[in-house]
């Protein structure tokens, strides 16, 4: 099945510094990412759409210029949080798609700003 | 929102089989049924998903109402290992946009 695999799984940063999230899709290539957040005990909320070569879409009340997504290959998304501060603190998940298969996802990256 | 309706919890004894209902009353004619999971601090995982035919895999089997307006996730004998949050989503057949997510039935499995 389709594998998509994200790294780091947890990183630990100091409040002003950059954290950049890699997500790739191992045995198809995704015209689609999407970059979720998750808050403890909450759900899975949207923070943004990734195509290939093309500037991302985010979603309302998320800043774009804080969360910066880069898609330059069908198997490579990334994730930057720039300036990093404790409430940025989450688990961010990407998720591909093929165009066919359903979503898959990655299995999430534990960020904690100190 | 989520346009499904689910519980917010359930039991269910190892070994024994779990059934997980879903609401989705305004499901319309062109939108799939989706299942996940998510087990604790892991990405969701994709189960099984279906138009109005029943629907069986190696993790499940999904039973869809003749009026389409409710489905079961049926996991044929649970282990502990199947204890996670078990997401319904409903999403057009032809869409390459996101999953939203509700909130989900949180599944324990108990020895």
């Known amino acids: 099945g389709a594998v998509v695999s994200q790294h780091p799984s947890w990183v630990i940063c100091k409040s002003g510094t950059s954290v950049k999230i890699e997500c790739r899709s191992l045995d198809f290539q995704a015209t689609t990412m999407f970059w979720y957040r998750q808050f403890p005990k909450q759900s899975l909320m949207l923070m943004a759409t990734?195509?290939?070569?093309?500037?991302?879409?985010?979603e309302q009340g998320v800043e774009k210029d804080k969360f910066l997504i880069n898609h330059a290959s069908l198997t490579l998304s990334t994730l930057t949080v720039t300036s990093a501060h404790p409430e940025d603190s989450s688990f961010y998940i990407c998720?591909?798609?093929?165009?066919?298969?359903?979503?898959?996802f990655g299995n999430g990256t534990r960020l904690t700003v100190t | 929102d989520a346009k499904t309706t689910q519980p917010t919890s359930m039991d269910c004894a190892e070994g024994r089989a779990a059934n997980l209902p879903c609401n989705h009353s305004?499901?319309?004619?062109?939108?799939?049924v989706y299942w996940y999971r998510q087990i604790h601090s892991q990405g969701p995982q994709y189960i099984i998903h279906?138009?109005?035919n029943n629907e069986t895999n190696e993790m499940a089997s999904l039973i869809i109402t003749e009026d389409r307006k409710s489905s079961t996730l049926i996991l044929p004998h649970a282990t502990l290992r199947d204890t996670a949050v078990y997401y319904c989503i409903v999403m057009d057949g032809g869409s390459q946009g996101n999953l939203i997510f509700g909130k989900g039935t949180k599944l324990s499995v108990k020895p």
């Open positions: 305004t499901i319309s004619g062109n939108e799939y």
């Open positions: 998720s591909a798609r093929d165009g066919r298969t359903p979503l898959h």
């Open positions: 990734s195509n290939e070569g093309s500037k991302a879409t985010y």
């Open positions: 279906g138009l109005k």
